[in-house]
């Protein structure tokens, strides 16, 4: 399967609400291959509602990937339209992912699939913000309704409007209750720039935030901000509003592989306007008519769209999306801004992906290709900024993109300590599948890595976890990606005795000879420290944990390494590879420490609550876990791990907590 939907998708009633046309669903895109084959990028989808007759079956209907064609053939089948939004740094991956599964498909079913770029057509406006919504109303004036979703809403979400401007047959967004989170509606909106003055009135502050940016599957444009609303169910009997039926019968933007006419030239709508002023105070004799333009394009005074309601989940970034025919989106985008709407950039919205929790892509899935190009032009940017600087005062040089490989390393030399440690306390219990073996167990990754830099898996839902584990033989590791399923709480668990006796020894009864499986955490520095992008997270020793938990406030007698080694810790191998420096004499040995995992998304700075977006492995995790309740009493335990924290360009390590998302959540699939 390429397309892989989420847990929360695969439910019986979302399930048939994506499938309806009701709603839009997210999936991650895979490569062609095994179940855990390489994920390409995140991605939305949304099939568009039947349009044929309700009696119609749905084994009959043909699944085609942007097709142009709409109706029926005469044999009776009808053709279905699905549309998949990729984010452009993986577009190109992804269209050919895609392209390969349709004509795999097609051999298998003997059925016809068209797969085909929409770039260059499409712009997607995405706003957030406390007044967004209210922003929406005074944007989206419908002039029709497009049945084939009117009636999928359990209350309809339209008003007549009374102002003069608008006809019998007009409707407004009313309340956004009323749509099923992730909605889609379908309207063939007015102009906004020829609304009335007193329809659009401007907000006093910016509560509403606009993103920019180029995306290559369809030349996105994104607004953001944040809205907080119930989420209503769906229902199949919306009563529709009187007269609609005479709206329907435009074309909507789902036929925007056909011409759509542009909107009318900023120069004529003024010069009309212009006209009409003067023939109010009769300072001049309005023309006949609208003023013929200069060329020979047809313009057109309305537009369809499709609003996307965002998802309703506790975390997300709560909103709407607009998504506009590609000449439309300058129209709409100077009149939201001109209405308050505050432009923001990929760094800000990164930013907000990190005060809510959210991973960004393709900085947080190191898993993903677009992430490796990513971290490339911005090695390749840093690599021109020293060389612009001195020899004497030029900084170091650090590895960009972190290098993951580093980890296997450090899981080999961890093992060893726990195993060493238990030996030391009379605890002698080495089974068949001790990691002794595991450096030569493990040559199917050695050779992954010169193809994959990351040379791991990601789990981010539970139940991929839960079967990692199983695969290894690691369900007695400390552990606990169901926990959410069932009437315990964590800390409910980490006071249960008989639990440590489950852990016992956990990291060294695992057969290991699969990539490493990292997930994702989120950090906390514990007293202080400043998170930065690339920074490494190590397994703390139960004495570094001490210094930090027992201390008074002084920062004497931390752990810290000299400055001299700090540019040492990684080395790079005249291939471009870097691995890891592990030193040789006792004296740094105290000072160096195993990575088990790097900062993906730093600190914001001025953020009231700070939080750095990781990534662990989880079998490193487990242990550190076992290791920090074998030795604390139960009153000091805590449901997060304690790690040490290290600026790439620091010498200091920082105490922090890691807490793992897939123990809060039963997915980790939320993304921006």
């Known amino acids: 399967m390429v397309l892989v939907p989420f847990t929360s998708v695969k439910s019986e009633g979302v399930s048939d609400s994506v499938l309806s046309g009701v709603t839009y669903g997210t999936a991650m895109l895979h490569h062609v291959g095994a179940p855990l084959s390489q994920p390409i990028a995140p991605v939305t989808y949304m099939w568009r509602p039947h349009q044929g007759s309700k009696k119609d079956d749905n084994n009959n209907c043909l699944d085609v990937v942007g097709s142009k064609e709409q109706g029926r053939?005469?044999?009776?089948?009808?053709?279905?339209?699905?549309?998949?939004?990729?984010?452009?740094?993986?577009?190109?991956?992804?269209?050919?992912?895609?392209?390969?599964?349709?004509?795999?498909?097609?051999i298998e079913r003997g059925i016809t699939i068209n797969c085909f770029s929409h770039e260059g057509q499409l712009a997607k406006l995405e706003l957030i913000g406390s007044k967004a919504f209210q922003l929406l109303q005074k944007t989206v004036h419908p002039v029709s309704c497009i049945v084939e979703n009117s009636w999928q809403l359990q209350k309809c979400s339209f008003q007549r409007d009374r102002d003069d401007f608008q006809n019998k047959n007009s409707f407004t967004l009313e309340d956004e209750e009323c749509s099923p989170s992730c909605a889609i509606l379908s309207f063939t909106v007015k102009d906004p720039r020829l609304l009335p003055t007193k329809e659009t009135k401007d907000f006093h502050e910016p509560d509403s935030i606009i993103d920019m940016q180029e995306v290559g599957a369809s030349d996105r444009i994104t607004l953001t901000g944040n809205l907080d609303k119930n989420e209503e169910v769906a229902s199949p009997s919306c009563p529709k509003p009187e007269g609609i039926e005479n709206l329907s019968g435009g074309r909507n933007l789902w036929d925007s592989s056909s011409r759509i006419d542009p909107p009318e030239e900023e120069n004529e709508l003024c010069m009309e306007k212009h006209q009409q002023r003067m023939g109010f105070f009769c300072l001049d004799e309005p023309k006949p008519g609208p003023p013929k333009t200069s060329n020979k394009v047809q313009c057109s005074r309305s537009c369809p769209i499709l609003l996307l309601k965002n998802n309703n989940k506790k975390g997300s970034p709560m909103g709407w999306s607009i998504v506009v025919p590609i000449s439309w989106a300058r129209v709409f985008w100077n009149f939201l801004v001109s209405k308050g709407a505050h432009v923001i950039g990929l760094r800000e919205k990164h930013w907000i992906a990190c005060e809510i929790g959210l991973p960004y892509f393709p900085s947080d899935f190191p898993d993903c290709n677009s992430y490796l190009t990513l971290n490339e032009i911005e090695a390749t940017a840093?690599?021109?900024?020293?060389?612009?600087?001195?020899?004497a005062v030029r900084p170091f040089r650090i590895p960009i993109p972190s290098p993951w490989n580093v980890v296997h390393t450090a899981f080999d030399k961890l093992s060893w300590r726990v195993k060493e440690a238990q030996v030391s306390s009379g605890e002698n219990i080495v089974r068949k599948y001790s990691m002794s073996n595991s450096s030569c167990e493990r040559s199917d990754v050695t050779s992954l890595r010169h193809r994959d830099s990351f040379g791991g898996i990601v789990a981010r839902t539970s139940s991929l976890l839960t079967e990692f584990l199983n695969g290894i033989q690691g369900e007695h590791l400390l552990l606990f990606p169901q926990l959410q399923n069932r009437k315990l709480s964590l800390v409910k668990v980490m006071k249960d005795k008989n639990m440590m006796e489950k852990g016992q020894n956990g990291i060294t009864q695992i057969s290991y000879n699969h990539k490493l499986c990292f997930v994702r955490v989120h950090l906390h520095a514990y007293k202080e420290g400043v998170f930065e992008d690339g920074a490494v997270i190590c397994a703390p020793r139960l004495t570094d944990i001490s210094m930090w938990t027992c201390s008074t406030g002084s920062i004497e007698g931390r752990l810290e390494m000299p400055n001299s080694a700090v540019g040492s810790y990684f080395k790079e191998q005249p291939s471009g590879k870097w691995e890891l420096n592990v030193p040789d004499d006792l004296a740094s040995r105290e000072y160096h420490r195993w990575p088990v995992g790097?900062?993906?998304?730093?600190?914001?700075?001025?953020?009231?609550?700070?939080?750095?977006?990781?990534?662990?492995e989880a079998v490193l995790l487990a242990s550190l876990?076992?290791?920090?309740?074998?030795?604390?009493?139960?009153?000091?335990?805590?449901k997060e791990i304690y790690v040490l924290v290290r600026n790439l360009r620091s010498s200091a390590y920082r105490l922090a907590l890691a807490t793992i998302i897939l123990e809060e959540e039963e997915e980790d699939v939320r993304f921006l």
């Open 382 to 391: 840093s690599r021109k900024n020293a060389e612009q600087h001195p020899p």
């Open 73 to 106: 053939t005469n044999s009776g089948s009808c053709f279905r339209q699905l549309w998949v939004w990729i984010h452009a740094s993986a577009f190109n991956e992804g269209y050919d992912a895609l392209k390969c599964a349709c004509q795999k498909l097609m």
């Open 625 to 638: 876990r076992e290791e920090q309740w074998k030795e604390m009493t139960v009153n000091r335990r805590r």
């Open 598 to 616: 790097f900062v993906t998304t730093g600190f914001v700075r001025g953020s009231k609550k700070p939080t750095a977006e990781a990534f662990c």
